[in-house]
T-cell receptor, first 113, second 113 residues
Framework: ETGVTQSPTHLIKTRGQQVTLRCSSQ?????VSWYQQALGQGPQFIFQ???????GRGNFPPRFSGLQFPNYSSELNVNALELDDSALYLC????????????FGPGTRLLVL | QQQVKQSPQSLIVQKGGISIINCAYE??????FPWYQQFPGKGPALLIA?????SEKKEGRFTISFNKSAKQFSLHIMDSQPGDSATYFC????????????FGTGTRLTIIP
């Protein structure tokens, strides 16, 4: 059983650019949640995808968007990057069956200059 | 609006001592309270979780105490070891553990010899 993986591990972008982050969920998991973790803070919920549909969204603007694919992997897209978007982006996968634990990946560190 | 308050921000404990981290929540709809451990460069990993129908849950050296009327819960780490040095986050979600997690701001724990 493989864990949650994310790519890339690090990324540097400039203000105004667009970025796509990727997440492969743990085997057997059909739910992916994305979180933003600013330095020294707890993770903040961005949105969740369940069976390819958005299933809840946190207090983030529409320039944060996502996708979930039939194999349950997921992408987070951020348009018009701002300096404050610099953070660790975490994805967590979980199942709607049995244990409901969210398993986090190692994250993608995004720096916006 | 922060819905889960965590204290202290940082904690230094001697090896073999007891580490105690406290959290308080406001939203009475919360029904699942996990604790996550995060090492530098890694994603958060589930340590232990509790639901409000019990007042205490113990797993090895880790214990959660839960006070539903006060809307407070705490993590106790017994016989603290240098390997426990990490950042700890309390979190809360609704009925199902795979729902949106609301995190506290984290406690940086350092265990000294």
């Amino acid at each position: 059983e493989t864990g949650v993986t994310q790519s890339p591990t690090h990324l540097i972008k400039t203000r105004g650019q667009q970025v796509t982050l990727r997440c492969s969920s743990q085997s057997g998991h059909n739910t992916v949640s994305w979180y933003q973790q600013a330095l020294g803070q707890g993770p903040q919920f961005i949105f969740q995808y369940y069976r390819e549909e958005e299933n809840g969204r946190g207090n983030f603007p529409p320039r944060f968007s996502g996708l979930q694919f039939p194999n349950y992997s997921s992408e987070l897209n951020v348009n018009a990057l701002e300096l404050d978007d610099s953070a660790l982006y975490l994805c967590a996968s979980s199942s709607d069956q049995g244990q409901e634990t969210q398993y986090f990946g190692p994250g993608t560190r995004l720096l916006v200059l | 609006q922060q819905q889960v308050k965590q204290s202290p921000q940082s904690l230094i404990v001697q090896k073999g001592g007891i580490s105690i981290i406290n959290c308080a929540y406001e939203n009475t709809a919360f029904d699942y309270f996990p604790w996550y451990q995060q090492f530098p460069g890694k994603g958060p990993a589930l340590l232990i979780a509790i639901r409000p129908d019990v007042s205490e849950k113990k797993e090895g050296r880790f214990t959660i105490s839960f006070n539903k009327s006060a809307k407070q819960f705490s993590l106790h780490i017994m016989d603290s070891q240098p390997g426990d040095s990490a950042t700890y986050f309390c979190a809360a979600s609704g009925l199902f553990g795979n729902e949106k997690l609301t995190f506290g701001t984290g406690t940086r724990l350092t265990i000294i010899p």
